[in-house]
Nanobody
Framework: QVQLVESGGGLVQAGGSLRLSCVAS????????MAWFRQAPGKEREFVGV????????NYGDSALGRFSISRDNAKNTVFLQMTHLKPEDTAVYYC????????????????WGRGTQVTVSS
């Protein structure tokens, strides 16, 4: 059974940094592109970034450009999201996703999801 488990969220002051992790079950490591999305209360799920199976391509959403960095360690079945210069508007639940069947940026095209980890940025 495919599982994704996020961790690393928490409360941080504006300007601070956090590193999120997503541990995947072995079945999907080396098999699918992996992505991060986020969802703030009352808003739609937003694309943050995606990384190819071997890290051969990376694409970021507009809100992540220049501040966030996505990486993966296939030996540890883990994908990371390094977030710097955090802003209050980055407050959201951050989700890990895998196996996009269509657009990398469309959450509806992803098959597998974690339960999310809360990130709260105080001003």
């Amino acid at each position: 059974q495919v599982q994704l488990v996020e961790s690393g969220g928490g409360l941080v002051q504006a300007g601070g940094s956090l590193r999120l992790s997503c541990v995947a079950s072995e079945q999907i490591v080396n098999t699918y592109p992996m992505a991060w999305f986020r969802q703030a209360p009352g808003k739609e799920r937003e694309f943050v970034g995606v990384i190819g199976m071997n890290g051969n391509f990376i694409n970021y959403g507009d809100s992540a450009l220049g501040r966030f960095s996505i990486s993966r360690d296939n030996a540890k079945n883990t994908v990371f999201l390094q977030m710097t210069h955090l802003k209050p508007e980055d407050t959201a639940v951050y989700y890990c996703a895998a196996d996009p069947s269509g657009s990398w940026r469309n959450p509806e095209d992803y098959t597998y999801w974690g339960r999310g980890t809360q990130v709260t940025v105080s001003s």
